[in-house]
């Protein structure tokens, strides 16, 4: 165990960088023969060693991923994640003297492989050297002792120069394929080819554009015209205007015969139900008829006249006049046969 009334040395973080699923060892600097020493992990115990008696034991959940070297005090953490990113503790007795020490792990993950890829301006070359996005690493151009990730050259005839770019973080490294300026021109000449077809094709969409343009006002104009009155200057508008026209008049002869064939049903019922009430109504007719004949005629005014006018005309000759017989005589005609 450690004693307390050890005197502490003064404690220093000493940062360490680690590649992701790789091993990393944090190995304290000491002189002295070591006699314990306690790994923690922040608060959490990782390793403990004593030599009197001799024991090693191991903690936690880095149990079956580290281990501890009993001799130099150094600890090992094997396939490191994220997760074990963080501050480390460790604790020795070196001659009766208690030392402790900081680790400070920071995981990384491997460069990838960068590539060169170019533009031409003129007879400037830019080359541009692509690897990760990390704002970690660093770029390096292979043998023309300039860093970063662009360098310009120049483009000369038969230049069969190649390039090289470098890229690196604190536990990694990776180099390009070699890249060669008449590549870069093969590019240029490329993208030279590009611009004038792109060039080209907006050129074309302009002038469409401008042509579309102009016939839809053409249109335009023309159906203003043709909505103020003008339509009688153009004979392809009279021809539509003429089968709209008829279109209009078929369907209004078909509306009507349709009316017409609906109503039919209703009209024949009219028919047959008056033709029921006449029959119905004849009796009633007759016997008013009858009634009628039996009565005797009004006398009118004319009838009357010749009335007048027959009594007093002369009785015809050889016929005696009738006429009323005087009181207390008998009529003419009526009288006794001895008288």
């Given at each position: ?11 220093s ?13 944090l ?13 923690r ?5 990782i ?29 090992t ?19 009766g003297r ?13 460069v ?13 070359v830019t ?31 038969n ?9 690196s ?5 990776q ?7 008449t ?39 023309k ?8 339509n009688?200057?153009?004979p ?6 003429e089968?709209?026209?008829r ?5 209004g ?8 064939s ?5 009209n024949?019922?009219a028919?047959k139900?008056?033709?029921?009430d ?8 007759n016997?008013?008829?009858?009634d009628s ?27 005696a ?10 009529p003419?005609?009526n ?5």
């Open positions: 165990m450690l004693l307390a009334q050890h005197i502490t040395d003064a404690v973080v000493e940062l360490v960088y680690s590649l992701l699923n790789e091993d990393v060892v190995t304290p600097q000491f002189n002295g023969e070591l006699q314990e020493v306690l790994w992990y922040r608060k959490d115990k390793a403990e060693y004593t030599s009197s008696p001799e024991s090693l034991e191991y903690f936690s959940r880095f149990k079956g991923r580290t281990e501890l070297n009993t001799a130099d005090g150094s600890l953490i094997k396939r490191v994640t994220f997760e074990d990113r963080g501050i480390y503790y460790a604790e020795l007795q070196v001659d208690t030392q402790t020490h900081t680790f400070n792990i920071e995981v990384i993950r491997h990838s492989k960068p590539t060169v890829t170019c533009n031409v301006t003129g007879s400037i080359l541009h050297c692509m690897g990760d996005n990390n704002t970690e690493n660093s770029y390096k151009w292979e043998g023309q002792n300039h860093h970063g990730k662009e360098l310009q050259t120049s483009l000369k005839e230049d069969d120069s190649k390039y090289v770019c470098v890229t973080n604190k536990k990694s490294e180099r390009s394929d070699p890249f060669a300026v590549d870069c021109k093969k590019a240029g000449d490329s993208y030279t080819l590009l611009v004038g077809i792109l060039v080209t094709v907006a050129t074309v969409v302009v002038v469409l554009g401008a042509v579309a343009g102009f016939v839809y006002c053409r249109i335009h104009k159906g203003e015209q043709n909505e103020g009155g003008n009688e200057s153009d392809e508008l009279l021809g539509v205007q089968k709209i026209k279109y209009n008049a078929l369907a002869e078909t509306k009507k015969i349709k009316n017409y609906e109503s039919k049903p209703a024949r019922k028919k139900d008056d033709d029921t006449q029959k119905i109504s004849a009796p009633f007719i016997s008013n008829k009858l004949e039996d009565k005797p005629a009004p006398v009118t005014g004319t009838h009357k006249k010749n009335i007048a006018n027959s009594e007093n005309k002369p009785a015809p000759r050889g016929e006049a009738l006429s009323p017989a005087p009181q207390g005589e008998a003419l005609g009288k006794p046969a001895g008288n």
